[in-house]
């Protein structure tokens, strides 16, 4: 729960007495590799902070093809904000690469902080853009090569390329696995 915490202290200044709020307002969860935190068809109904894991933002395209949006390690908010704001159905998954352990807040407990806690909608909405950069800042860009591609992801994730399954590396930057493994042989 500290590391929560220090987080949210990263956006705002918070006293002892929300900082307690906030605690009891969440709960940990563990998930395991190939859960879903939300899904496709459903409204979104929770936030988590990521103590430990990856997930991956996922969508099925057109022809029923796995399309990886983005990926969201520890240390990072995650949730399909703008579906859960909306109280909408979400078209997107999140789903854990790896086993995980979320601190988690339920939609009713994280308005309730709202309600309760005058900086909140501050903090909130700082952590949210901050998310939001994260994820759009970090998607490869299709007109470059496969290998430029490949490597900007090593560059601007390394931590992630042993932890995830190769199909989801691949997914995400738009290429087959065949041609990752042809491109992870030659620049090795």
């Not at 956006?11 to 007495?17: M, S, V, Y």
């Not at 909405?125 to 994260?134: D, E, I, L, S, T």
């Amino acid at each position: 729960m500290d590391r929560l915490i220090n987080y949210i202290l990263e956006f705002g200044q918070l006293n002892t007495q929300q900082i307690e709020l906030i605690k009891r307002s969440a709960h940990e969860i563990t998930l395991r590799k190939g859960a879903y935190f939300s899904e496709a068809g459903k409204i979104p109904n929770q936030v988590a902070f990521v103590i430990e894991g990856v997930f991956r933002g996922c969508y099925y395209n057109y022809k029923g093809e796995d399309i990886t949006r983005c990926f969201i390690q520890e240390n990072s908010i995650m949730c399909d904000y703008v579906n859960f704001e909306a109280n909408a159905v979400s078209s997107d998954y999140l789903q854990a690469c790896t086993d995980s352990k979320l601190i988690v807040f339920s939609k009713q407990k994280w308005d309730e902080l709202s309600q309760i806690i005058v900086e909140w909608d501050a903090i909130k909405n700082k952590m949210v853009q901050n998310c939001m950069y994260q994820k759009s800042r970090k998607n490869p860009v299709i007109s470059q090569d496969a290998t430029t591609r490949y490597l900007n992801f090593i560059e601007s994730h390394p931590l992630l390329v042993n932890r995830i399954p190769l199909a989801y590396i691949s997914s995400y930057l738009g290429v087959t696995q065949q041609s990752l493994s042809r491109i992870r042989k030659n620049i090795s």
